[in-house]
């Protein structure tokens, strides 16, 4: 298939633009129209076959997971998806079925949020290369920040940690939106528990004291705690508030040195994932 | 170098953000507060190790250049630049100097243009792959689109075509903004004239009479033609407008197939660059 009959499958499957939307593909920028009172929230996050997937994973679930990986950050802020661009570098061999496959993957994904797809960018490479760019918005001035944690704060997790790879990521969207206005800090768990808790602990000038970590059904602790890709979000509330149903109380913030985690008295080395 | 050091680096090579930036790199998102009567412009490039550029490429001109790509789409829409994201892959070895390299000669370019530096995403592997969004604004409804050209208008491109590949890429960012009210259709020249302006007069509905190509000093007819990374606008005025200096008038847009382009009366076919 060549690039411009591909082009114009992604066209189709993408749909006409609709407000807030002015145009999407097919000129050289995409064009949004802000609504009054709304702050944008933009993160990108790359995939590379033989990294972060595998060749005999199935196309449309590359798709999904590359928009869902983008959309976690954005459910980490509270926000509500707008639309997204793809990047995408494959080999001749895949342009066909297996580029389809994957922009159903990521459109069936991107209909349920309300993510519209807006444009991108295609290029030829041996290997699939690809980049997701996703736009949100959220009220004016209330995006759930990381460096928010007071002492005092409980520490609450959305899911069980140590999830295998192949489980499909469902981003914590409406979590994220009703933690507005009530979470002190909020961030998702891409790289490990201890690593993204040691992230927000330093952003936010506190320690952590942890008395209890939810695995995932079959996952060790060690996983659990230093294992990435998670996509849950990590969030801490004020000391009286409610608890939410569904979440996981697992520590309090605490006086320490800026970014020390302990579980049960323990100290716990921020291990997870490093790109390099 | 790990990869906190390399962000930590990038960080400050990025400066604190700035309104209309709430906050850039270190949180799950950058976060963009829009201002009123501003429509928000949206593009994405990539730049592939052995495809855009030579290994043997310096590193500061990689860097500028994968901006200026970006920054060329805005100017296509007559946008100003607000901030851009880069996602950038690369062997363990390049992450130190390579890397530093890079962001500065990325950076010269966004402190000149005023495009802030609010994230990205970063990963390893074998070979060096970058991607580049930039967000730029313009007037509400004031966006150059390139469906707008008329059967009558004059066709400009703003500079001489078929540079080499190693010529600097100097986005036209101000004649783009000086266009708005004016141009009826604007697009950038990344593919190459003959299948750019056929996109262009496909998308208006009108034929092209062309008769001159401004030609770059050394370059062929043929490269001009249907050679890419041009980086000049191509744009039309109506009959009437005034010329504009520095630009060069190469024909009209006239009543035919739409997308027919014609040299001197001979048929050019689009044969501009596929990326397959």
């Known amino acids: 298939m060549n690039e411009l009959d591909l082009v114009e499958r992604i066209r189709k499957m993408a749909g006409k633009a609709a407000p807030p939307l002015v145009a999407g593909i097919g000129d050289d920028c995409a064009i949004y129209r802000p609504r009054a009172g709304e702050d944008l929230l933009f993160t990108t996050d790359q995939m590379i076959e033989g990294i972060h997937f595998l060749s005999s994973t199935k196309a449309s679930a590359v798709g999904e997971r590359a928009l869902a990986r983008s959309l976690s950050d954005i459910a980490a802020m509270g926000g509500k ?67 928010g944690a007071r002492i005092g704060d409980a520490i609450y997790v959305s899911g069980r940690l140590g999830r295998p790879w192949e489980s499909k990521i469902q981003p914590r969207l409406q979590l994220g939106q009703s933690l507005i206005g009530r979470a002190t800090a909020c961030m998702d768990l891409s790289d ?7 992230r927000m602990c330093s952003a936010s000038g506190v320690a952590a004291d942890l008395y209890r970590v939810p695995i995932f059904n079959g996952a060790s602790l060690e996983r659990a705690l230093h294992g990435g890709e998670d996509y849950e979000l990590l969030f801490t509330l004020p000391a009286r508030a409610k608890p939410l149903a569904g979440t996981f109380l697992i520590g309090h913030m605490i006086d320490g040195p800026a970014g020390e985690i302990r579980l049960d008295a323990e100290l716990v080395k921020p291990l997870g994932y490093s790109h390099f």
């Open 81 to 147: 998806p707008r639309f997204c661009l793809v990047t995408l570098a494959l080999p001749d061999n895949l342009s066909g079925a297996w580029a389809r496959s994957f922009f159903q993957g990521l459109m069936r994904l991107a209909r349920k949020t309300g993510t519209a797809l807006a444009g991108g960018d295609l290029a030829h490479d041996d290997q699939v290369h690809l980049d997701v760019m996703v736009c949100g918005s959220v009220a004016k001035g209330k995006a759930l920040r990381r460096d």
């Open 192 to 198: 490990g528990l201890s690593i993204d808790l040691h």
